[in-house]
Structure formats: structure tokens, C-alpha cells
Nanobody, 124 residues
Framework: VQLVESGGGSVQAGGSLMLSCAASGDSINRYSMGWFRQAPGKQREGVAVINSYGTTSYADSVEGRFTISRDSAKTQLYLQMNDLKLEDTAMYYC???????????????????WGQGTQVTVSS
């Protein structure tokens, strides 16, 4: 499966952005999908994941502010980000993990497919 992210940009603190990830080459119904991010000088971290059954999990740092969703008919993955904070600034990546009904994982090495990333910059 090939993944292409879009929707990144610059926003003021407290604002909102929605990221999209377009998948092609296979049905995303057979994958767990996730959003990861990497800030300069920091390790890549999992932000939100959703498995093939629609079960979602969030990092503590974004719980209540971010929402992950998928539209299997459109083969799209989304990340709605509200109340953005300065520390949300990072490159955001869409990732896919082959398998139906998998437990949600925030371990990046569990994901075999990655997009090229989209930059999110939050300013004060």
C-alpha cells in the first residue's frame, strides 16, 4: 500500500488542522493505520492509531484534542487536530500495519508502510 499525506501547514496555538492520508494499492480494511510525528532532535512517536475494527488509541499528550478516523470507501485516513499547542510542531507521518483486528501499537517498527510526511508548525 502507498500512502500520501496532506493537510499540514502553519497555525497559531489553539487552532485546528485536519491531516489526510490517501492510500492506494490495497484496501485499508486489511490494515491498522496510525499517525506518528517527529520533531527536530526527537524520536518518532506515535500519536493516534486505529485498527481494522475501528478501535482507536491516543498518546496521552493528544488525548481529547486529536481524533483519528478512517473512511474505507475513500481509502482515506484522517487526523483532526484541535487546540494545537507549540509542542505539536513536528513532521507528521501516516503509517500502515498489515493485519486484521490487531491490537493498537505505537511502536513505529511494527508499521511496514509509511508516507513521506507533512509538516505541522504551531506558533504563538
Amino acid at each position: 500500500v502507498q500512502l500520501v499525506e496532506s493537510g499540514g501547514g502553519s497555525v497559531q496555538a489553539g487552532g485546528s488542522l485536519m491531516l489526510s492520508c490517501a492510500a492506494s494499492g490495497d484496501s485499508i480494511n486489511r490494515y491498522s493505520m496510525g499517525w506518528f510525528r517527529q520533531a527536530p532532535g526527537k524520536q518518532r512517536e506515535g500519536v493516534a492509531v486505529i485498527n481494522s475494527y475501528g478501535t482507536t488509541s491516543y498518546a496521552d499528550s493528544v488525548e481529547g484534542r486529536f481524533t483519528i478516523s478512517r473512511d474505507s470507501a475513500k481509502t482515506q485516513l484522517y487526523l483532526q487536530m484541535n487546540d494545537l499547542k507549540l509542542e505539536d510542531t513536528a513532521m507528521y507521518y501516516c503509517a500502515a500495519r498489515s493485519g486484521v483486528g490487531l491490537w493498537n501499537s505505537f511502536v513505529s517498527s511494527d508499521y511496514g508502510y509509511w508516507g513521506q510526511g507533512t509538516q505541522v508548525t504551531v506558533s504563538s
